[in-house]
């Protein structure tokens, strides 16, 4: 069984800063792509960020030059540095991971952490 735990959400004032951090854990013989994603009252879960297993990113545009995303192999983790946050990024964010636990990789998902952005 895989698990992937993610823990660094809460409240912060608009332009502040939150860093998310995610740990993947249990039967793992490999992971490959990684990510962050988050979802909205309302709204469908969208794509925040996504980091490859040899560090290739990508990021959705509302978030470029604000949020970072980063990964530790060893450790499976992968990280969201978020700056100059603003209302809109009000969300819960999911991490996901593609991970080898068997035969075939499959796709994991966190629990969700409340991300809230307001004054």
């Known amino acids: 069984q895989v698990q992937l735990v993610e823990s660094g959400g809460g409240l912060v004032q608009p332009g502040g800063s939150l860093r998310l951090s995610c740990a993947a854990s249990?039967?793992?013989?490999?992971?490959?792509?990684m990510g962050w994603y988050r979802q909205a009252p309302g709204n469908q879960r969208e794509l925040v960020a996504t980091i490859t297993r040899d560090g290739d990113v990508n990021y959705d545009d509302s978030v470029k030059g604000r949020f970072t995303v980063s990964r530790d192999n060893a450790k499976k983790t992968v990280n969201l540095q978020m700056n100059n946050l603003l209302p809109e990024d009000t969300a819960v964010y999911y991490c996901?991971?593609?991970?080898?636990?068997?035969?075939?990789?499959?796709?994991?998902w966190g629990q969700g952490t409340q991300v809230t952005v307001s004054s």
């Open positions: 996901k991971a593609r991970v080898l636990s068997g035969l075939y990789y499959d796709d994991y």
């Open positions: 249990g039967r793992i013989f490999s992971v490959n792509d």
